[in-house]
Each structure stands twice: as structure tokens, then as C-alpha cells.
């Protein structure tokens, strides 16, 4: 709040994402209110609470377009209003083709390299452009000042931060992409690489998690686009605007609010082994994600299997629970992902469970975060075993949920987050026995070496936290907004 104030004072914010930060479900008659999972709502929400603003998000969730005294405007969060969330509708087949087709079933599998298929139609690249044309006008009808700091969030708004800078010159146009950015051969598998890439290039700042991929993006943008890069200052410039692309990885808020109202360690342990019929000396690792099939669901279960094949001491001792909240679920990918998940862990459980034990324990169900760091606090072991993610926030969390500095992690190589928490047991995903043998390595770790690095890992993230992520990123635009004015003096 004070970065803004000094830095970009009088600054209008303005954050533009398809998923909204909190969503209004009717249950049973009542209207109840859900915080989504998604990495980009867990990491954005504290920096609007902080500086608040207007968000402009898909309703998406919310059900049948649920408005407050027919507003679409809506004071959040509701138990202490800070900022606006603006929702905007979709028509089912704007969802159908922008969501669930070019998002989701072709930039999606673009980015990430899990090895599914990216699928293009032509018809989901028109709904895409049409939605992120009604974003945008949206975000220009809502603008106050001409020279608002616009956050655009994500795959689902490539096109948008053009689309604003035909309207506000002056903006400025802050992008985040919260997944990988591949090399440029794979990129260039979509048809409208050039129109991705010049609407991204309306953007201010392009921010990606690591300098790996924004190398991907300059590669790309050099094959495929008529442009000047300057590699020494990290800037493209496409037309007449220059955009600094650089990497600024992402994180939570520190200490989490979900912190807040936690029990102690030890009354967590003893609550989630009474609530899932564990004994209480039962060593516990957990894994808690979407049901998506780049974090390695069914994988992570036969890393446990693995395990008690090699040391079957854990057996009857050892249980991974895993929560997985289901989604997109209206893509077949995703219910096979379910499926097959469900149908390993009940091999699993056949192979080696008895009568009062199971190994995998599997709730395919959302859950508010006060619950996932309680399960968090409960852990001896938490598994994060994506097969490709940009950064991963769950591995953060877990860190920040630990302050009683105890707790293992076991993080995917191939996580952006495995940058930066080095002291984790690092795995790679594809590679079975080796990760259950650093499952195992885990739970046998002595209490000061768990210690030394839990201490490590909460240091990183408590000093880079999600302040610090967004407060780069400010600062940048600030210096940019001041040579802009300065150079605009000169003309
Ligand atoms: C990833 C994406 C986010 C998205 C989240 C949840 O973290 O980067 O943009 O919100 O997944 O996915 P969903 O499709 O449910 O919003």
C-alpha cells in the first residue's frame, strides 16, 4: 500500500483475471460462499486487500448470475470490504469456446508439457477473442483516470493487453502468465501464435516465474513476429510500444490469513488422524491440489505404492491423504484424470491395505484454505509431484503453515517453486521409485535436519512473499511511468 502511494500515487488499479476471488453458491437454498482453488486467486486476493481497487472477473462459479441488489459490483472481501469485484457473464457458448476450448484445451496443454494433446478450433479462437474484446471494453468503461496500472492475469487474456492500449494509450498495462511459457518449436503449434504474441506485446511489463521462461518468450517472439528485442534490457518492442519482459516469481502472503485462527501443531495432528480414522502415532503425508492431470495425481500414489513395496515397515503405519478439488470437469481429459487416479489408489489400497488401514486415503473435494492448512499443520510429509507447473503455491503454503518449523516437503523438479525452495527433497515426478524412496527419506529424516530446513524454506518465502512479487513488479512500472513523463517533457 505504501509502494503504491509513494511510487504510483493517484495510481487507479485495475486487475482483470477469468476466475473470481470468491464465489456465491446456492447450497440447499442458501447462498454459501467458496474461495476458489487457483494459484492466481491464492497469490492476488492479499495484494487487493491491501491496495485495493476494482477486479473484473468471469462470475464464473457464481451461481445463476447471484447479483447484490441486481449490482454487478460487489464489495469484498464481505466481512471487511477493501476493493470491488466487478463480475462480467458469459454466455454458455462464450464459456464453451474461450474457457473450456482455447484456454483450456489448447493453451492449456501448450504450455505445460504433460504430453496431452493441445487441441485449436477455429471456432473457440473466435468466442476467445470476442471475450477478451468484452473484457476489455469492460476494463475501459470502468477506468476512471486514462492512465490506470492495469493487471492483466493469465492465458485467458492474451489478446487483452493490445486491446486496452488501442483505448488507453497511457495505461499502465502490467501481464502476469501464471503458467510456463514453452520454446518457440512448441509454440508454434498455434495457429494464432502471431496475434498471442502482439497482444501480449501491448503489455507494459510481461512477467513470467522464472527467466527460463521468459527466454521461451523472447525466442518465441523472435522467430515469429516482426519486432526489435534488446536482450541487455529484456525489451521487445512491437509496433510502438515496448514491453520489459521479466521474471518476477510469484508467492503467498506472509504470515497467511488462513494462519490465523490454526490450532497448535499438535491439536491439528491429533483432529485429522481422529477425522480420517488414523491411529494417533500414524505418519501422515498429504497432497492437496485440483484434480489436473500436470500435477501427477496417480503418479504420486504409485511413488507410495513403490514405497511399501521397498520398506514394508510403513505398512500399516503410513497414509497419504490426498484432497483434490475437481475441475474443468467438463473436459474428458479431466474426468480421466479422476478416474484414473481413483482406480490406482483403490489398487493400491487392495495390494496392501487391511482392514483398519489404508494407504491412500483420496477426498476429491474442494476444500477453504483454514482447512488445507490444517491438514497442512497435521503432515509429517507434504508430496507436491507436478509434472510441469509454473510455480506451485501449495509447496509455499505448506512452508507457511509450518511455524512450528517442522514438516517435509517433497517438490517436483519440474515446479517452478523448486527454484527457489532448495532445501525441499527435490523428485522427479516421472521417476516412480525414486520419489517413493524420497517419500521415505522424508519420514525417516532426523528432527534437526527437518528443522534446518524448514527454517531455510520459511525464510525464502517470508522475505519473498507476495508483497515483495507485486511490489517489483510496481516499482518497475513506476520507474517506467516516470521516464515516460520525463520524455514526454522533452517532446
Ligand atoms: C491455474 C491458472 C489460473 C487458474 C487456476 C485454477 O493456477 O494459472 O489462472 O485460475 O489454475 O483453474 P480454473 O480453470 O479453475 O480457474
Request: net charge negative; aromatic share 8%.
Amino acid at each position: 500500500r505504501n509502494l503504491l502511494r509513494n511510487e504510483l500515487p493517484d495510481a487507479e488499479v485495475l486487475v482483470v483475471s477469468n476466475r473470481e476471488p470468491y464465489i456465491h453458491n446456492l447450497e440447499d437454498g442458501q447462498v454459501a460462499l467458496q474461495r476458489p482453488a487457483s494459484g492466481l486467486v491464492t497469490a492476488l486476493e492479499p495484494i487487493m486487500r491491501a491496495c485495493g481497487g476494482t477486479w473484473i472477473a468471469h462470475g464464473s462459479g457464481s451461481a445463476d448470475r447471484m447479483t447484490v441488489d441486481g449490482d454487478d459490483r460487489l464489495a469484498v472481501p464481505p466481512e471487511a470490504p477493501a476493493y470491488t469485484l466487478r463480475r462480467l457473464w458469459l454466455s454458455d457458448e462464450e464459456q464453451e469456446g474461450y474457457y473450456y476450448g482455447l484456454a483450456n484445451e489448447g493453451l492449456w496443454p501448450l504450455c505445460h508439457i504433460a504430453f496431452v494433446r493441445p487441441t485449436f478450433r477455429a471456432s473457440d479462437w473466435e468466442q476467445y477473442v470476442a471475450v477478451n474484446q468484452k473484457f476489455a471494453n469492460a476494463l475501459v468503461a470502468e477506468a476512471r483516470t486514462r492512465n490506470p496500472v492495469v493487471l492483466v492475469q493469465d492465458y485467458h487474456f492474451a489478446l487483452l493487453p493490445r486491446m486496452v492500449r488501442e483505448k488507453l494509450p497511457e495505461a499502465t498495462i502490467i501481464t502476469f502468465w501464471h503458467i510456463p511459457w514453452p520454446n518457440a518449436e512448441v509454440f508454434s503449434i498455434c495457429p494464432w501464435k502471431e496475434e498471442i504474441l502482439s497482444g501480449l506485446l501491448g503489455s507494459s511489463i510481461l512477467g513470467f516465474h522464472t527467466q527460463f521462461h521468459c527466454l521461451n518468450f523472447l525466442e518465441t517472439v523472435d522467430r515469429f513476429l516482426e519486432c526489435q528485442i534488446d536482450r541487455e534490457h529484456s525489451t521487445v518492442r512491437a509496433g510502438d510500444n515496448t514491453t520489459l519482459v521479466r521474471p518476477y516469481p510469484i508467492s503467498i502472503e506472509w504470515p497467511p490469513a488462513a494462519l490465523a485462527a490454526q490450532a497448535p501443531v499438535d491439536e491439528c495432528r491429533k483432529s485429522v488422524r481422529l477425522k480420517y480414522g488414523l491411529a494417533a502415532d500414524a505418519l501422515l503425508a498429504v497432497g492437496v491440489e485440483r484434480f489436473d492431470y500436470t500435477k501427477g495425481i496417480a503418479d504420486r500414489f504409485r511413488a507410495v505404492e513403490s514405497l511399501l513395496e521397498v520398506h514394508p515397515e510403513c505398512i500399516g503405519r503410513l497414509t497419504m491423504l490426498q484432497v483434490a478439488a475437481p475441475t474443468r470437469s467438463q473436459l474428458a481429459v479431466y474426468r480421466d484424470t479422476q478416474t484414473e487416479a481413483e482406480a490406482v489408489a483403490e489398487a493400491v489400497n487392495a495390494r496392501f491395505g487391511t482392514d483398519d488401514w489404508a494407504p491412500i486415503i483420496l477426498v476429491p473435494k474442494h476444500h477453504e484454505p483454514e482447512a488445507v492448512f490444517t491438514l497442512f499443520r497435521a503432515a509429517d510429509l507434504c508430496l507436491v509431484s507436478s509434472l510441469h507447473d509454473g510455480m506451485n503455491l501449495v509447496a509455499k503454503e505448506f512452508v507457511a503453515a509450518r511455524d512450528d518449523e517442522d514438516g517435509v516437503l517433497v517438490l517436483s523438479t519440474f515446479a517452478g517453486a523448486s527454484r527457489e525452495l532448495l532445501e525441499a527433497l527435490i523428485v522427479n515426478p516421472y521417476d516412480i521409485r525414486a520419489m517413493g524412496d524420497a517419500i521415505h527419506a522424508g519420514l525417516s529424516m532426523p528432527l534437526d535436519q527437518r528443522r534446518e530446513r524448514m527454517r531455510l524454506m520459511r525464510e525464502m518465502v517470508g522475505e519473498n512473499n507476495i508483497y515483495f512479487w507485486a511490489g517489483r513488479m510496481l516499482l518497475d512500472a513506476a520507474r517506467m511511468r516516470k521516464r515516460q513523463h520525463i520524455e514526454r517533457q522533452i517532446a
